[in-house]
């Protein structure tokens, strides 16, 4: 029997199969419907299931995978390996939770740091003993492009240039570029920094729609081999926790 994995994020959701921890099925779409979601327990024996969303609650599909398989309700004051220290854990972001389930499950007994680079860079980390005291959220890299636009009058609205890597500007556009992209590369490397510098044995693990754009500069840095890409760290957490249950 299979679990129905279901992450709902800011930008797009992910519909996903697993068989025990091997990943059978993956969808990304920009609009979760009801039909994908019946699709999906209509085409595998689905026994139990999963979702997390950082927005609102979708009960329509919550119900859907109530009535039809045995549904997991993901909160953080579910039991899993992970030691939950958040002093406010009511509101930690779901997303957030699972990532780190995730890299204490794939990594176990390893300090971690998690940098999720999607809507927000967030950056999370558990250390050995399976302990997440918190972390930190910052503006993702769409949204400081979005920003600059909008609260001024003449900078144009720009997005990634996954070739451009320069730490000037010759003229606005890649002024742009420069101060928002290796801005916020800077600003990983100076959390990777601090992480590194706590625990010099660090794992970083990236996940996020903007996983690609730092990776492949992490690459090229004194960090590549501490550097793990894991697209779908939350899926993986969430069937953790539907595993452990």
Same mark, same amino acid.
């Given at each position: 029997?299979?679990?129905?994995?279901?992450?709902?994020?800011?930008?797009?959701?992910? *519909?996903?199969?697993?068989?025990?921890?091997?990943?059978?099925?993956?969808?990304?779409?920009?609009?979760?419907?009801?039909?994908?979601?019946?699709?999906?327990?209509?085409?595998?024996?689905?026994?139990?299931?999963?979702?997390?969303?950082?927005?609102?609650?979708?009960?329509?599909?919550?119900?859907?995978?109530?009535?039809?398989?045995?549904?997991?309700?993901?909160?953080?004051?579910?039991?899993?390996?992970?030691?939950?220290?958040?002093?406010?854990?009511?509101?930690?972001?779901?997303?957030?939770?699972?990532?780190?389930?995730?890299?204490?499950?794939?990594?176990?007994?390893?300090?971690?740091?998690?940098?999720?680079?999607?809507?927000?860079?967030?950056?999370?980390?558990?250390?050995?003993?399976?302990?997440?005291?918190?972390?930190?959220?910052?503006?993702?890299?769409?949204?400081?492009?979005?920003?600059?636009?909008?609260?001024?009058?003449?900078?144009?609205?720009?997005?990634?240039?996954?070739?451009?890597?320069?730490?000037?500007?010759?003229?606005?556009?890649?002024?742009?570029?420069?101060?928002?992209?290796?801005?916020?590369?800077?600003?990983?490397?100076?959390?990777?920094?601090?992480?590194?510098?706590?625990?010099?044995?660090?794992?970083?693990?990236?996940?996020?729609?903007?996983?690609?754009?730092?990776?492949?500069?992490?690459?090229?840095? *004194?960090?590549?081999?501490?550097?793990?890409?894991?697209?779908?760290?939350?899926?993986?957490?969430?069937?953790?926790? *539907?595993?452990?249950?």
């Amino acid at each position: 029997m299979a679990n129905l994995v279901i992450d709902i994020g800011n930008s797009r959701s992910k *519909i996903a199969i697993f068989n025990n921890r091997k990943l059978l099925k993956l969808d990304v779409v920009d609009e979760l419907t009801i039909d994908k979601v019946e699709y999906y327990l209509s085409s595998e024996s689905i026994s139990k299931s999963i979702l997390c969303s950082v927005g609102i609650d979708k009960n329509d599909v919550k119900d859907i995978l109530k009535k039809k398989t045995t549904y997991c309700e993901f909160t953080t004051s579910i039991k899993t390996h992970v030691t939950l220290l958040y002093k406010s854990p009511e509101t930690l972001g779901l997303d957030r939770f699972a990532a780190v389930i995730g890299a204490g499950a794939i990594h176990k007994g390893v300090n971690c740091l998690i940098i999720d680079a999607g809507t927000c860079i967030t950056y999370d980390s558990v250390n050995r003993a399976g302990e997440y005291k918190g972390g930190s959220i910052s503006p993702g890299i769409a949204m400081r492009f979005n920003a600059l636009n909008a609260f001024t009058e003449r900078l144009p609205l720009l997005k990634v240039d996954l070739l451009f890597d320069k730490w000037y500007g010759e003229n606005t556009i890649t002024s742009i570029l420069s101060g928002v992209q290796q801005g916020a590369y800077a600003e990983v490397i100076g959390f990777i920094n601090y992480y590194k510098n706590l625990y010099p044995d660090l794992q970083i693990i990236l996940c996020g729609g903007d996983s690609e754009f730092f990776g492949s500069r992490l690459k090229n840095s *004194i960090f590549a081999e501490a550097v793990k890409t894991e697209p779908n760290l939350v899926l993986i957490g969430l069937n953790e926790v *539907i595993l452990s249950a």
